[in-house]
C-alpha cells in the first residue's frame, strides 16, 4: 500500500517552454502533498508544500510564479515549470502524507527534467 | 533552521561487515526521523521510520536508533550485502501534518562482493 506514482518519469524541453509533472497516489487520499528538487550529488531540496483545494505554500527562495503547484483532489497534484532554463535541470520527486500514516511521507519514482 | 549532516559521504565495505552510518541534526525539536535508500537515478525507499518519542526501530538487518537530545541518528546494517550498495539518506521531520522533511547528503555506501 501507499504508492505514489510520477509522470513522466523523464522530459527534455526546450529553454523557454513549460513542462508539467503529474504526481499521483494511487492507493490512498493524500493530506498534504510535497514537491523536492534534488541537483547532481545534493540532497533533496524541499520547494512547496500543498494541500487539496488551497494554495501551496513555497519554502524561501522557490519562485512561486516559476514553479506552479495545482492540488486539485486528494490524489493528484501537478507541478508546473514555466519558461523552463536549462538551470533548472534537476530531479523533481513528489511525496505525500495522510493522517492515519503518522504522516510518513511516501515518495514517487522521481521526474528528470533535462532543459536544452 | 535545521541542518542535517550525514557522516561519512561515502563508505565501500567488504560484504559480510556490519557498518554503522552516522546522521546528525541542530535542532533536537523533531516530529520524527527517517532513513532512506536511493539506488542511482532512481526515487526513495523509506526504510525506517522513527518517531520522536521512540528509541529505535528495526527491519530486518536494519536497526536505527535516535537520541534527540543530542541530534544524533544511527543506522546500523547487519552482514552487509552486494545490494545493501545505494546511497542512503537520513531526514528529519519539524512538526506533524504538513511539515516537509530535511534531507542529508547521505552516504553513498559501497559492498565489495
Known amino acids: 500500500g501507499a504508492v505514489v506514482s510520477q509522470h513522466p518519469s523523464w522530459v527534455i524541453c526546450k529553454s523557454g517552454t513549460s513542462v508539467k509533472i503529474e504526481c499521483r497516489s494511487l492507493?490512498?487520499?493524500?493530506?498534504?502533498m510535497f514537491w523536492y528538487r534534488q541537483f547532481p550529488k545534493q540532497s533533496l531540496m524541499l520547494m512547496a508544500t500543498?494541500?487539496?483545494?488551497?494554495?501551496?505554500?513555497?519554502e524561501q527562495g522557490v519562485e512561486k510564479d516559476k514553479f506552479l503547484i495545482n492540488h486539485a483532489s486528494l490524489t493528484l497534484s501537478t507541478l508546473t515549470v514555466t519558461s523552463a532554463h536549462p538551470e533548472d535541470s534537476s530531479f523533481y520527486i513528489c511525496?505525500?502524507?495522510?493522517?492515519?500514516?503518522?504522516?510518513?511521507?511516501?515518495f514517487g519514482p522521481g521526474t528528470r527534467l533535462t532543459v536544452t | 533552521k535545521q541542518e542535517v549532516t550525514q557522516i561519512p559521504a561515502a563508505l565501500s565495505v567488504p560484504e559480510g561487515e556490519n557498518l554503522v552510518l552516522n546522521c546528525s541534526f541542530t535542532?533536537?525539536?523533531?516530529?520524527?526521523l527517517q532513513w532512506f535508500r536511493q539506488d542511482p537515478g532512481k526515487g526513495l525507499t523509506s526504510l525506517l521510520l522513527?518517531?520522536?518519542?521512540?528509541r529505535e526501530q528495526t527491519s530486518g538487518r536494519l536497526n536505527a536508533s535516535l537520541d534527540k537530545s543530542s541530534g544524533r541518528s544511527t543506522l546500523y546494517i547487519a552482514a552487509s550485502q552486494p545490494g545493501d550498495s545505494a546511497t542512503y539518506l537520513c531526514?528529519?521531520?519539524?512538526?506533524?501534518?504538513?511539515?516537509?522533511?530535511?534531507f542529508g547528503k547521505g552516504t553513498h555506501l559501497i559492498i565489495q562482493p
Open positions: 500543498s494541500n487539496e483545494g488551497s494554495k501551496a505554500t513555497y
Open positions: 531526514a528529519v521531520r519539524a512538526g506533524g501534518g504538513a511539515d516537509g522533511l530535511t
Open positions: 511525496s505525500a502524507s495522510f493522517e492515519d500514516s503518522s504522516y510518513e511521507q511516501y
Open positions: 492507493d490512498f487520499q493524500a493530506t498534504t
Open positions: 522513527i518517531q520522536s518519542s521512540q
Open positions: 535542532d533536537s525539536a523533531i516530529y520524527n
